[in-house]
């Protein structure tokens, strides 16, 4: 089994472009996890979605608020969004922890320390290109299944199953990850339609815009060589004739069998 997007997001793209790093200092949180610096901006970390629920904003809130007050390198990535906000990538250089052994535990490793990875390693966020077209930081993808497979933070317990309709409707309005084989392909001029459901059923369906439909052509998939596939999908869901995932970032569709699976 492999796991990952129909291929890795381009760095170079506009949304991704690096802006020259620069020092700042973490002096609290607003909102939804943004960083409140001690120079007056604001910014977001890129390639996360800061979760919904209260007990998970916590969770994440508190393991940020543990660097207040340090320094941070700070690399913008692409334009400021229509709050003005940075989109960042934020670390802190030479921070002590504790080596792993327990026999080694008066040995300290200096080790930097990634905000964004940190926080999707823990499982206290997942991954996500949020309104941008490009996943910037795929990488954050594979510690993300790391954090899925011990089961940490958010992953402790299962997601809505894809052809699950009543646990879908119960998290509407709620960012999602679901995975599950796609059983229909309808590609139509301005959408395409992914069903994990059968038709009648009570399931999941993404939409993908003909934009983002035309990236994952590039990328060698078509409808054809998509049904039948075991797939991961994550956004908000909304209510249209059903549970519905629209889909923007081609990046966050993981493709997660190696060879096409027989069709169902």
Known sequence: MTSG????????????????????????LGPRGELALASGAR???????????????AAAQAWLLAYRGRSLTLVARGETDRWGRDHVDAS???????????SERTRMDLAPVDLAGG????????????ERETLCRPALLALEAGARRAGRGLWSQAGPG??????????????????????RVGERARRTYLDFARKGEDGLTVT??????RRLQER????????????RVRGRLEAWRGPT????????IEILDGERAPRR
């Open 92 to 102: 802190l250089e030479g921070e002590a922890r504790a080596a792993p052994a327990p």
């Open 208 to 213: 993908v815009s003909k934009r983002t439909w």
């Open 220 to 231: 060698g998939l078509s409808a054809e060589s998509l049904r039948g596939r075991e797939v």
């Open 162 to 183: 894809v052809r699950d309709g009543a646990a879908l409707r119960a998290r509407m309005g709620r960012f999602v990850v679901a995975q599950g084989a796609v059983l």
């Open 43 to 57: 910014a977001v970390l890129a390639g996360i979605h800061w979760p919904d629920e209260a007990g998970a904003d």
């Open 5 to 28: 997007p129909a291929r890795p997001a381009a760095g170079a793209t506009v949304e991704c472009r690096e802006a020259p790093a620069r020092r700042d200092t973490l002096a609290g």
């Open 119 to 130: 926080l999707v390693e823990a499982g206290l966020v997942p991954v996500d290109a949020g």
């Open 245 to 252: 995932l629209d889909v923007a970032s081609a990046d966050v």
